[in-house]
């Protein structure tokens, strides 16, 4: 018999929710706008009855548990903060204890990142795996880090914010205030910013007008191609991410690394170099030990079964909770 999961995840657009089976198939998804909510009670009412309408469609009794991605969610009171910036709703959300009251199962809320990581553990290519870090490259860098199959969560439940480890001290500003941070070179945008700076050094600055329409697909596409600039522009960012990576390897020890995100569409433009640089800049007692990998996880489903995947682990750790 199949069980079923429920995977959400909550962006400042968008809330994507699907309904996924134990073998790690999205069968039905819906969509809700995040922007059109401005009460707590509002949002989950609605994230609530659009469960109910999954359930329905699938002629479900019941699911087996819940799993939130969320910005600035917080897993040890499984509740996003207050005042979450790209939110409309400026209050606290409290999804465990109002949708774990609701559908009478786990309710498991972590960011996008940790949520990633367990979707790789329990549907992609980290299932035989012990330890291991996941790191998302999109708007910004995140990662997730397991250690003995567990997501190293600290004492506040935010440990493992490598998307802001300083690579270059007084280098480019982050939205943290701080100068140098790897999102600001390894994230999309910093990729736009490496590609400008290329540009630039050949003496073929972009254009007002080119450098605000620059999009990191468009410098990833090129570098497929082989376009000078675009391959440069990949290359400073292997280079900081197989620095940022090293370090994180010397502190966890992982079998392997993985990638997800839209930046690793890049393919071997990407991954070529950062191998290079990866292992230049690794730990002797690690080199040629640790795989970098990209995530095997279907990149437009990766966020909703990483989601899912949160509450299945909640499930596998407690199968009596409800």
Request: with cysteine; glycine share 10%; aromatic share 6%.
């Amino acid at each position: 018999m199949n069980h079923y999961s429920i995977g959400i995840d909550i962006g400042g657009t968008n809330t994507d929710i699907g309904l996924v089976s134990d073998s790690g198939q999205v069968v039905r998804r819906r969509r809700l706008p995040t922007t059109e909510y401005h009460t707590a009670a509002d949002y989950m009412r609605a994230i609530g009855d659009t469960i109910q309408q999954l359930m329905a469609e699938q002629k479900l009794p019941s699911i087996r548990s819940i799993g939130i991605g969320a910005p600035n969610g917080n897993p040890q009171s499984g509740s996003i903060e207050a005042d979450t910036p790209n939110l409309n709703i400026k209050e606290s959300i409290p999804f465990r204890e109002v949708l774990g009251e609701r559908f009478h199962v786990p309710v498991t809320l972590d960011n996008d990142a940790n949520a990633a990581a367990i979707g790789e553990m329990i549907y992609g290519g980290a299932k035989e795996l012990r330890h291991f870090i996941m790191i998302t490259m999109g708007t910004g860098i995140g990662s997730g880090i397991v250690i003995n199959r567990q997501i190293l969560h600290g004492s506040t439940g935010t440990a493992g914010e490598l998307g802001h480890a300083i690579v270059q001290p007084e280098g480019r500003l982050c939205g943290c205030g701080r100068k140098g941070c790897l999102e600001m070179y390894a994230s999309a945008r910093g990729i736009c910013q490496n590609y400008m700076d290329a540009a630039a050094r050949v003496h073929q600055p972009l254009t007002a007008e080119a450098a605000q329409t620059l999009t990191c697909q468009m410098v990833g596409e090129a570098a497929l191609t082989g376009n000078p600039i675009a391959v440069a522009a990949y290359d400073t960012t292997a280079y900081w991410l197989g620095i940022a990576l090293a370090n994180a390897a010397a502190f966890s020890a992982p079998e392997a690394i993985f990638l997800m995100g839209g930046p690793t569409r890049a393919g071997e433009a990407l991954m070529k170099p950062l191998k290079h640089y990866f292992e230049d800049n690794l730990l002797f007692l690690y080199k040629n030990r640790i795989q970098l990998r990209f995530s095997e996880l279907n990149l437009n489903e990766a966020a909703i079964l990483g989601a899912a995947a949160l509450g299945e682990a909640a499930t596998s750790a407690a199968p009596h909770a409800r």
